[in-house]
């Protein structure tokens, strides 16, 4: 799903640094971003990993609120793999506090911009705490009409296709859902963004070039855009960049122009 900028903002896109994107080009509906290189940053600073973590959460409302700005719909932040399980305790500890700080520092500053929160993934796998948090914020920002902010938190995509698989098996055996209904639509059904569009595009910070098994299923068409920069350092600038390279790229969807 894509929209043109120009009708949305009206005239508040000149108070923001959006001056180099094409006004008159499709904006993306949805983006998704993984945000990596958080512990290289660190490292490169002779600080420990948790820091450009923290570092790495104080990056996600001011790229929210820029994606708003440019009239994208929805944003999936790829905040907790689940691979991510195998790291050190005290970084999952850490990682598994994250949300509540999130909340705590930026709720006032993310319901000024009527953003709304969801969380997708394997969440009653969650440390009770967190889960807590993941309510409340759900919860808090229920009501407000402005940009989705999706977190994916002890998100992976072959868990998700596999829960989906097994939903869609148990339809079938009860007689809800005929073997000649499973489709690529009723398939999707089952999916944890059954109400979103397919990213338009993916975001990957640091370097690597994969997709470390996010969205499998909702990737398949997405633009993909890489760049070298710590997801810690990253800034609206480089958003924009991206947004710019979406904006230059001929979509075909594997058809003709
Ligand atoms: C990958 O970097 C990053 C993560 C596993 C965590 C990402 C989480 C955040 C940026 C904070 C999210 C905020 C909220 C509110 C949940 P890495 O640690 O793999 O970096 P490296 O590859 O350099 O080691």
New binding site residues.
Partial sequence: MLQRIRGFFGSSLESTQDQSLDHNAVVPYHVAVV???????AKKRGLP?TA??RA??KV?KNIAIAADEIGIKVLT?????TE?WKRPRQEVDF?MR??EE?LRLELHDLMKHNVQMRFMGALDRLPAYTQETVREAIEQTRSNTGIILN?A?NYGGRREITDAIRKLAEDVKEGILLPEEITEESIRSYLLTHDLPDPDLLIRT?GEIRISNFLLWQLAYSELWFTDV??PDFTREHFYEAIRSFQLRGRRFGGLK
């Fill in positions: 945000m990596d290189g958080n512990g290289r940053w990993r450009g973590h790495g959460m996600v932040m790829y905040a907790f793999s991510n990682l994250l949300p999130f977190f938190l640091s710590y997801w």
